[in-house]
């Protein structure tokens, strides 16, 4: 959820990577722990990210990400 909530909060990051290594920072969680939650939460549909085929797209929620991110910052 922490990365659904930046995103809600912020916008969209320039990239991926971007938005997980700030992430990783600011709260102590491992890098690995937060590319594997982007990964599933890209196969949910949750979010547009790129991935090893499309390096450098711009991250943002989906439309069924923004739904549900707004519904966990109530």
Do not use: F, H, Q
């Not at 890209?42 to 549900?68: E, N, Q, Y």
């Amino acid at each position: 959820m922490l990365i659904l909530t930046e995103l809600l909060l912020n916008g969209y990051y320039l990239c991926v990577t971007n938005l997980l290594e700030s992430l990783s920072r600011r709260y102590k969680i491992p890098l690995s722990t937060l590319k594997w939650n982007a990964r599933k939460l890209r196969k949910l549909g949750l979010i547009d990210a790129g991935d090893k085929s499309c390096k450098g797209k711009v991250t943002r929620l989906t439309p069924l990400g923004k739904k549900l991110a707004e519904v966990v910052v109530r």
